[in-house]
């Protein structure tokens, strides 16, 4: 998948800078940028794509996206709707330490730090008593400048480095020579499966979005995504139906029918592949998991 290179605007001027957006929708195209992201949802839920990891995120969540690593955030269908007041609100800290140097980042009180940052390539999704610290923390750094923001910034990450409450998304890093600019095709089959998962689409009907024959299209996807289309749409499609089978009173058939699938057992098998659960299994998993952090 070819992200975009976004660029943070006036980050050359900052070491740090804070982003609080309030859209009806979060930004949805494939991008990647050269600042490390800390990603606070304040409002909103949907789907995530971060390197070759796919998954729900909902209000309360935080990401720690590494430099250079591919992901979006794409809201709900309710949330593009019209006349709908949904928001999609976020708290972002975006940092580059490259102007501090090697030798500073070299010396023994940072190495936690750097560790940290190699490791938030992969995308980490952060967990338990570091996100409500975390939390808390976005809120605060929002409110300093300068110098001490920086100094914040410096002694969050430090905690963070000793966390064992981090867990890493991606299955690979990403390196700055293997992300090309164009994606304008590739966004718009995101947008196309996205819209459309639900329905019986093809990899013909893909490649037709793209303008590519159906031999070019596969090598293309697989080339960017490091997946086949097959196994992105029924990873988009098992998300979905994850979410339902926790908020929604349905029965597996219709969950099944609605993210796309008209044979059950096909839907079964790959729910477990994905999962490794089984959805029932999956169900009783999230319910144990949700009483014991109540």
Known sequence: MKPILFKIAKIEEEAVRILQEDYPYFYDNLHYHVETQIMVIIEGEGTYFIG?????FKTGDIFILGSN?????????????????????NISILFSFD??????LGLPEFHGIKKLLQFSKRGLLVEGKSKEALYHSAEKIAQKSGLDRILYLLKLLDKLSKSTELTALSHINFEPGSLPQDTTKVNMVINFIMENFSQDI????????ANLSINAFCR????????T???????????????QLIE?????????FDSGYFNIS????????ITGYTPSDYVKTHTQKHNKAS
Do not use: M, W
């Open 220 to 227: 293309y996807f697989k080339q960017h995504t490091r997946k």
């Open 248 to 256: 929604e009173e349905f029965s597996v058939k219709e969950i099944a």
């Open 202 to 209: 093809s990899l013909a009907d893909a490649a037709g979005v």
């Open 99 to 104: 102007a501090l140097g090697e030798k500073l």
């Open 52 to 56: 070759d990891a796919i998954g729900h």
């Open 69 to 89: 690593l591919p992901h979006f955030f794409r809201s709900d269908k309710s949330y593009y709707e019209d006349n709908t007041n949904l928001r999609s609100k």
């Open 266 to 273: 096909y839907f079964n098998r790959q729910f477990k592949q």
């Open 229 to 243: 289309f097959s196994q992105f749409l029924n990873e988009i499609r098992i998300g979905h139906a994850c979410k």
